[in-house]
Structures are given as structure tokens and as C-alpha cells.
């Protein structure tokens, strides 16, 4: 599964919308767009955001394991 993917089934999960998730790691609706469509690259520090905000791993979002886990916080 591709990233952009993921992104989108995690933002549905959640019943969220483009804007809000844009809101939250501070880029606009259009931005966060072409991330969930893979025009776009995702940059390293709204994939960190990102991981936080869904608590899953890195890994997970960009599709090495289909674990949402992340590793325990030490």
C-alpha cells in the first residue's frame, strides 16, 4: 500500500476532513491534498506530526508493516 494511501484511510478513521488534518500540521487543505493523492511529496517533519496525532509508527503510514503500533515510549 502507498503512503498517500494510508494517509487517507487513517484521516477517515478518524471522521476528519483534509482541513482539519492541514490545520494540524500547519499547511493548507490544497498542500495536504496533493499529499493524500501523492502529487506531493510528504515532508519528514508532517510524517512525524503525523505519527503522533494518528500514535502510529512511521513504518505503518508508510506502508513497511500493516502494524499501527508504534514502539512502546521510553
Known amino acids: 500500500?502507498?503512503?498517500?494511501?494510508?494517509l487517507r484511510d487513517l484521516r477517515e478513521d478518524k471522521d476528519k476532513t483534509q482541513a482539519e488534518i492541514a490545520r494540524i500540521i500547519k499547511t493548507t487543505q490544497g498542500y495536504y491534498s496533493k499529499y493524500e493523492l501523492g502529487i506531493r511529496e510528504l515532508p519528514l517533519h508532517h510524517l512525524i506530526t503525523?505519527?503522533?496525532?494518528?500514535?502510529?509508527?512511521?513504518?505503518?503510514?508508510?506502508?513497511?508493516?500493516?502494524?499501527?503500533?508504534?514502539l512502546p515510549k521510553k
Open 50 to 70: 503525523l505519527c503522533m496525532y494518528y500514535d502510529v509508527s512511521a513504518d505503518y503510514i508508510l506502508g513497511f508493516t500493516n502494524t499501527k503500533t508504534p
Open 1 to 6: 500500500m502507498q503512503y498517500y494511501q494510508r
